[in-house]
């Protein structure tokens, strides 16, 4: 791959939980660190669960290969957000990371 075609420019989020006044929890997705993606494959799908059509969009976002853990990190791009379903080294070099995200509706 070359380093040229990471011209996407990606947000990674963390949620954040803080105490509320009602003795809640309130969490929100806070950005934690942006890095540069290619952005490739979009498929559509459709699922059917107790007669409600859900559509299912995921995208392959490659970045540079990151040394810690993605758990629970969101990708928020042009003001949507994605959850990370999985997380591949395809040539186990550690140059990039090709990230599987759905979008969050």
Same mark, same amino acid.
Do not use: C
């Given at each position: 791959?070359?380093?040229? %075609?990471?011209?996407? @420019? *990606?947000? /990674?989020?963390?949620?954040? =939980?803080?105490?509320?006044?009602?003795? $809640? &929890?309130?969490?929100?997705?806070?950005?934690?660190?942006?890095?540069?993606?290619?952005?490739?494959? %979009?498929?559509?799908? @459709? *699922?059917? /669960?107790?007669?409600?059509? =859900?559509?299912?969009?995921?995208?392959? $976002? &490659?970045?540079?290969?990151?040394?810690?853990?993605?758990?629970?990190?969101?990708?928020?791009?042009?003001?949507?957000?994605?959850? *990370?379903?999985?997380?591949?080294?395809?040539?186990?070099?550690?140059?990039?990371?090709?990230?599987?995200?759905?979008?969050?509706?």
């Amino acid at each position: 791959m070359n380093i040229g %075609e990471l011209k996407h @420019k *990606i947000s /990674l989020i963390k949620e954040e =939980t803080s105490p509320s006044s009602t003795r $809640f &929890t309130t969490s929100t997705w806070t950005e934690w660190k942006k890095v540069w993606a290619k952005m490739e494959k %979009e498929k559509r799908s @459709k *699922i059917i /669960l107790n007669e409600q059509i =859900t559509e299912n969009r995921t995208i392959l $976002f &490659t970045i540079r290969y990151q040394d810690f853990d993605l758990k629970g990190v969101r990708i928020r791009y042009k003001s949507k957000d994605y959850e *990370i379903t999985n997380i591949e080294d395809k040539d186990f070099e550690q140059k990039f990371l090709v990230l599987s995200a759905s979008e969050v509706v």
